[in-house]
């Protein structure tokens, strides 16, 4: 195991009618409260009514931002900034999925920088660490996806670069999240396939990497992956069970709160990847990392011993592949083969044209120059081999 700290203080308000917490938590923080949600959909499944009724019990003055886009953007943020600082604003109150939440948290870190700084430029470009004392930031949770609600991560887009980068600092942290699963029930069927590839995903890069040792993070890496398989037959099969949705919630939340990659290097090449496709081509998150992970499994899973032992272990305890009689290789790729007809039952897209992206050498160069030299775990990426995992997703995995 590498050595690790592990510090993870969000308060989590889980279940039904749970939004009535955010009266209390609105009443400690005296001040204006910026709601911040995207483009109505909370109207529609009851998050946007119990929120404003617990915030009329705190009598907190509410300015609302609307119309947050999926792959939030720079300009939005800005936006929110400015609201923050003309209205003393004391709490970010973010209702709704990733977008959402991510939205919040850079407007939370734009608001406490100096007039001299640049936020794309100065922090979300070089990871600099945000500055503590930050706005606070509370979550309303809407999705079953990214676990922002649990983590210190962010995702923005810059859409006149062309940019889309992920950014990790504490100071980010929601104080609190409401998990209630009845504002799930509403998520068409194409966001709810979306959502449980990015948690399956995320589960995965943090399971894939080194070191090879006896970590209880890997055994939990593999349970959370069973039940996201069983959550996700579920969802598909009662879309409106509040069981099948409360399951894929807290799956989602625990995929991505930082427990089950303590002791790991992580392997987050895939994300790396998916983000140049969203920045060109604005695809949903989860459809680009559908045509990614199975690629960039097939490109590393020969690459050294260890790999094809995980994905050996990860196709028999996950998949329940038999491997009597077959190799270690075999058995992998049996696991990755599972993995890939099952995107394909739930109907995720497999490939670039599938989600509407060229194959063109200039569009795979442009996509690779922004994947770079993404790193690794088990077999380190180089732009070259970002953009020969890329010029494979053409076709889908066939071994
Ligand atoms: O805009 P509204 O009207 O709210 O509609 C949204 C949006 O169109 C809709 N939606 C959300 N909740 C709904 C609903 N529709 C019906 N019923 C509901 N209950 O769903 C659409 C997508 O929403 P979005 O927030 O974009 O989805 P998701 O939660 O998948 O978030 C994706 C974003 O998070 C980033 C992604 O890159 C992407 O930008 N990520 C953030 C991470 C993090 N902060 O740690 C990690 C992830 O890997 C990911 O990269
Ligand atoms: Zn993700």
């Known amino acids: 195991m590498r050595n690790f700290i592990f510090h993870n203080p969000v308060k989590i308000y889980f279940g039904e009618g749970q939004a009535v917490h955010v009266a209390e938590e609105a009443k400690s923080r005296p001040g204006a409260v910026l709601l911040v949600y995207g483009g109505g959909s909370i109207k529609r499944n009851g998050a946007y009514n119990d929120v404003t009724a617990a915030l009329r019990e705190a009598g907190n003055e509410v300015i609302e931002l609307s119309g947050v886009t999926p792959n939030p953007r720079l300009d939005k943020v800005l936006e929110g900034v400015k609201l923050v600082k003309e209205h003393g604003v004391s709490l970010i109150l973010a209702v709704g999925g990733g977008s959402v939440i991510d939205c919040a948290k850079f407007i939370s870190l734009g608001s406490g920088l100096g007039e001299d700084e640049d936020l794309w430029d100065d922090y979300v470009e070089t990871g600099k660490p945000a500055p503590e004392n930050l706005v606070p930031l509370g979550v309303v949770l809407t999705t079953a996806a990214t676990g922002s609600e649990m983590g210190d991560a962010a995702v923005l887009t810059n859409w006149a670069r062309n940019r889309k980068l992920g950014y990790t600092s504490f100071p980010l942290t929601p104080k609190f999240s409401v998990l209630d699963p009845t504002y799930l029930l509403t998520l068409p069927d194409e966001q709810t396939t979306y959502g449980f590839v990015d948690m399956f995903c995320h589960t995965c890069e943090q399971y894939f990497s080194l070191p090879s040792d006896d970590n209880l993070s890997d055994e939990m890496a593999e349970a959370i992956q069973r039940h996201i398989l069983r959550s996700w037959r579920a969802c598909r099969r009662h879309p409106r069970s509040y069981e099948a949705r409360g399951n894929a919630m807290w799956d989602s939340t625990l995929a991505l709160n930082r427990v089950i990659s303590r002791g790991k290097e992580e392997d987050w090449v895939t994300h790396g990847i998916e983000h140049a496709l969203s920045a060109y081509f604005d695809i949903p998150h989860g459809a680009g990392l559908a045509v990614v992970h199975p690629h960039w499994m097939k490109y590393v899973y020969a690459s050294r011993p260890e790999a094809t032992a995980r994905f050996a272990r990860w196709a028999v305890n996950v998949w329940g592949v038999d491997s009597t009689g077959k190799s270690e290789r075999e058995v992998a790729e049996e696991g990755i083969e599972r993995y890939v007809d099952f995107l394909r039952l739930v109907g995720a897209p497999l490939t670039l044209p599938e989600v509407g992206i060229p194959s063109d050498s200039a569009t795979l160069d442009k996509l690779a120059d922004h994947a770079g ?27």
Not at 373 to 398: N, W
């Open 373 to 399: 030299e993404v790193g690794g775990s088990y077999r380190h990426i180089t732009r070259d081999d970002a953009r020969a995992i890329l010029a494979s997703c053409v076709t889908s995995v066939v071994f």
